[in-house]
């Protein structure tokens, strides 16, 4: 596709269940984000892949947060025994890579309710 | 770590009228500074940037300066539209690795 999509645009689960966000980026794009937003807040920095680079995990939030890429394709954010605080917009985005302090582009988000 | 505040948190101006956001960064390592522009529904989307080496950069009614001594940078919004209401971020970059952002701005703009 033209842009980064992710998938669902709309999830709502119940606490303690687990949910999988999916994020496409744009082909070529080395680089990947995934940033999480608040209702009225900031871009929460979660995590950040580079090619076959060790992954940059420092900003996951807790062990209940993990993310996987296969190669510099598709990413995934699984999110383990929901809490109503993990409730926010997951944001990915993907960059040409490193080395370049270039545009990021994002998608449109994973809109998340932990009822 | 980077810390970015950013203000004000929410802004109105009246359609023709200027608006200015500013914000300040903690490391002064930090050599990009990017704004991005969030409508509602959307993801951000990059506006405008400008590197540690240039103290000024305009692009048709939009504009943003560094003072790198004193660490801040803003944006300048001339001639306000309507289609110029959003959500804006600044955003400061010391590595490839991550950019830290500010904490937005609602800026509305009135007709």
């Known amino acids: 596709g033209a842009g980064v999509s992710q998938s669902p645009s709309n999830k709502v689960t119940e606490k303690g269940k687990d949910v999988e966000l999916r994020c496409d980026p744009i082909?070529?794009?080395?680089?990947l984000y995934w940033y999480r937003q608040r209702l009225g807040q900031g871009l929460e920095f979660l995590i950040y892949f580079q090619g076959n680079s060790a992954p940059d995990k420092s900003g996951l939030p807790s062990d209940r947060f993990s993310a996987e890429r296969t190669g510099e394709s598709v990413s995934t954010l699984t999110i383990q025994r929901t809490q109503q605080e993990d409730s926010a917009v997951y944001l990915c985005?993907?960059?040409?890579?490193?080395?370049?302090?270039?545009?990021?582009?994002f998608g449109e988000g994973s809109r998340l309710t932990v009822l | 770590g980077e810390n970015v505040e950013q203000h004000p948190s929410t802004l109105s101006v009246q359609e023709g009228d200027s608006a200015v956001i500013k914000c300040t960064y903690s490391?002064?390592?930090?050599?990009?500074f990017p704004w991005y522009k969030q409508e509602l529904g959307k993801g951000p989307q990059l506006i405008i940037d400008i590197r540690s080496n240039v103290g000024e950069k305009k692009d048709q009614r939009i504009a943003v300066t560094l003072n790198k001594t004193a660490k801040h940078f803003s944006l300048h919004i001339t001639e306000t539209q309507p289609e110029d209401s959003a959500v804006y971020f600044c955003a400061a970059h010391r590595s490839a690795r991550q950019l830290t952002f500010g904490s937005g701005t609602q800026l509305t703009v009135l007709p």
């Open positions: 985005a993907s960059s040409l890579g490193a080395g370049n302090t270039g545009e990021l582009f």
């Open positions: 490391d002064s390592a930090s050599n990009y």
């Open positions: 082909s070529g794009h080395t680089a």
